[in-house]
DNA sequence: GTCAGGTCTGTAAACGATTACAAGAACGAT
DNA sequence: ATCGTTCTTGTAATCGTTTACAGACCTGAC
């Protein structure tokens, strides 16, 4: 036999369907009504059907938030905070995993339409303006954990990054070091062109010029293993010194020699990817080269030593983001808003 | 104006929602009227409500993937596994988190009955009585990804840790390490107790006696940090030491001293918080004290030194995992498997 | 005693899809 | 020309809820 209904629940109870379902929603009832219902119900094991709920009433109080990479720790911190908001909101919070691509998105966002939640808060890789579009156009509210273009006028929750490259260098001013290196990730995505940015505003105001800058083929440790071999390799291959290029001869001797005494990352995972490689060169961190990450994540603290990090405010976003989606969930006219989080910076032993 | 359904398309097509419906589900109709539809699905943007759909055809091409905490590195490996065998399959993956406690877990399992997928992966840190009988009950198929009695009959994957423990114990003592210390996770959950029985045959079966055994507050990092303190205070508190007492003294004085050169921890996370606290006593890993972590989750890689861990098949439980769900939503009258994936030992560089 | 007003409950119509069934069209065979 | 098949299409019932509406009942005031 199959699940009850709420038409088994009325039988069983002696009464009508209305009634059941007056009941299970809290409306005014006399006590031997509530009494017998419940009875039934408890008796039955009734569940109702969230489907054919969320059918009729339009709304499925489920809320989606999706993630390009599960594996990158600055969404579980962001995460955590979407779960906290929206649970207290009576919300279900179901996490989705859209892959580095933008088509993937674009289905994402336009598969809402098919009512599997009343919201959602994605965090965009790459943004483009099928995005936007399908953003703009989506029937459930949609916030963007990133930076989008403000013209879209969508609702916007989004890091500082130049601000934060601008902490991150003057930290290592402070301490002496003078000779960068920026590993960022791909150039194509929306972090990585504004902290490219960032970083160059950032050199440029306090004077300064890139050692080297190397671009990862995407945000993961492997990736940043890899930018770090090629930034400490010395190859001119993919080594974008701004005026100075890094010259071969025996692995980490530039960077001994006092060619590079600090690296900046666009994230954690690419700079503890790049301090292995430097570990791997007898390098040590923080003595010989200083390593700042991004992001400020769980990892920043679990690595060893201890990351230097840009906290960017995952945690704040995501909180902003959520609120923000509750309250155009409430009210979808009013104007899309824009918020931006300032950073901050963690500091750790990678710096010294 | 709202959202069009399929009376709109018919309209708008001039053929009867019977038709679209039909075209649309890729059942025979003629050229024209796929023409037809097509246009007028195109025109007005049209996107099939999953909540209807679903409400009349009994399935939601959605299956849930539930973990305790999105901060365990474990998860990220199976939850990448899973996506992957249930996506060919044509499914969406949507992942819950239930936290720590049993309670959550039993009411999400209950509260699949609403029909929000068709199917549950959970992967439970503490099993009961409720929790299994919520599952035996639940309309929907479930599989654990973990270790509970036969005796319930539910599908499972689950890790064989005691022989995990067995690689770990024997891969210290090829090393020539003999005292070995143990940090496990709470021991009333199921992979505490599992680890604990498994660590006691291991060490029994080799003739070595524990020199000490802490048991974290939970599988974090953080809880890996208290253990560590714990365990190399010398403090009396909490070091149940199987018969050997570790002594007050200068930190970290008795392991350099010989009394601890080993500790194995019941998973990476608790592992690389023991790493910290090692190097806070200047005490080097893998000289000084080899480490060996459980899952060999990415974390493993990440960290320095890279972490030996006991590979327990997170990503093949994963595959395993969904792949039974798969086969019992196409069949619910097959007998349940428990399905136990075998480890292997990652060796890297905490240990010598 | 009647009537207005207020509760409480039941009947039935939605929500947006799928699908059983029937009706109509087309076609070849007789 | 008629009949039986087959193929296509439309009508309407259905999935399990919620909720507008109306009817039944009770209460108190006149």
């Known amino acids: 036999m199959s699940r009850p209904t709420i038409a088994g629940v009325a039988r069983a109870a002696g009464v009508s369907v209305a009634s059941v379902s007056r009941v299970l929603n809290?409306?005014?009832?006399?006590?031997?009504?509530?009494?017998?219902?419940?009875?039934?119900?408890?008796?039955?094991?009734?569940?109702?059907?969230?489907?054919?709920?969320?059918?009729?009433?339009?709304?499925?109080?489920?809320?989606?938030?999706?993630?390009?990479?599960?594996?990158?720790?600055?969404?579980?911190?962001?995460?955590?905070?979407?779960e906290e908001v929206v649970s207290a909101a009576g919300y279900r919070l179901v996490v989705t995993t859209?892959?580095?691509?933008?088509?993937?998105?674009?289905?994402?966002?336009?598969?809402?339409?098919?009512?599997?939640?009343?919201?959602?808060?994605?965090?965009?890789?790459?943004?483009?303006?099928?995005?936007?579009?399908?953003?703009?156009?989506?029937?459930?509210?949609?916030?963007v954990a990133g930076n989008v273009p403000s013209s879209a006028g969508v609702d916007t929750v989004r890091a500082n990054s130049p601000k934060g490259m601008l902490l991150a260098v003057e930290h290592l001013l402070t301490k002496g070091r003078k000779r960068i290196a920026f590993v960022n990730g791909p150039v194509d995505t929306v972090p990585g062109t504004a902290r490219a940015k960032g970083f160059a505003d950032a050199m440029k105001a306090n004077g300064l010029r890139a050692v080297a800058e190397v671009e990862a083929g995407d945000f993961t440790?492997?990736?940043?293993?890899?930018?770090?071999?090629?930034?400490?390799?010395?190859?001119?291959?993919?080594?974008?010194?701004?005026?100075?290029?890094?010259?071969g001869g025996r692995p980490g001797a530039e960077a001994r020699g006092g060619r590079l005494d600090a690296v900046i990352a666009a994230n954690d995972l690419l700079a503890v990817g790049v301090m292995h490689e430097l570990?791997?060169?007898?390098?040590?961190?923080?003595?010989?080269?200083?390593?700042?990450?991004?992001?400020?994540?769980?990892?920043?603290?679990?690595?060893?030593?201890?990351?230097?990090?840009?906290?960017?405010?995952?945690?704040?976003?995501?909180?902003?983001?959520?609120?923000?989606?509750?309250?155009?969930?409430?009210?979808?006219?009013?104007?899309?808003?824009?918020?931006?989080?300032?950073?901050?910076?963690?500091?750790?032993?990678?710096?010294?």
């Open 26 to 82: 809290g409306l005014p009832a006399t006590e031997e009504m509530v009494e017998r219902v419940q009875r039934a119900v408890e008796e039955l094991g009734y569940v109702p059907d969230a489907r054919a709920r969320s059918l009729k009433v339009g709304r499925t109080f489920q809320l989606t938030l999706a993630v390009a990479d599960v594996g990158n720790p600055v969404y579980v911190t962001m995460m955590r905070a979407v």
């Open 279 to 352: 570990a791997a060169r007898q390098l040590v961190v923080p003595d010989d080269v200083a390593v700042i990450g991004m992001d400020d994540s769980e990892l920043a603290e679990q690595c060893f030593p201890p990351l230097t990090s840009v906290n960017l405010g995952s945690a704040e976003r995501g909180r902003r983001a959520a609120e923000l989606l509750l309250a155009r969930i409430d009210d979808d006219t009013r104007t899309p808003r824009r918020i931006v989080v300032q950073p901050t910076l963690s500091v750790r032993k990678s710096t010294p």
């Open 221 to 247: 440790f492997a990736a940043g293993r890899e930018a770090g071999v090629e930034l400490l390799s010395g190859l001119d291959i993919g080594v974008r010194g701004s005026g100075v290029e890094a010259r």
């Open 98 to 143: 859209t892959g580095p691509d933008v088509v993937d998105e674009v289905a994402l966002v336009r598969g809402m339409a098919r009512g599997y939640a009343d919201g959602l808060v994605i965090s965009p890789l790459r943004v483009d303006d099928d995005l936007i579009k399908s953003i703009r156009e989506c029937d459930v509210p949609v916030v």
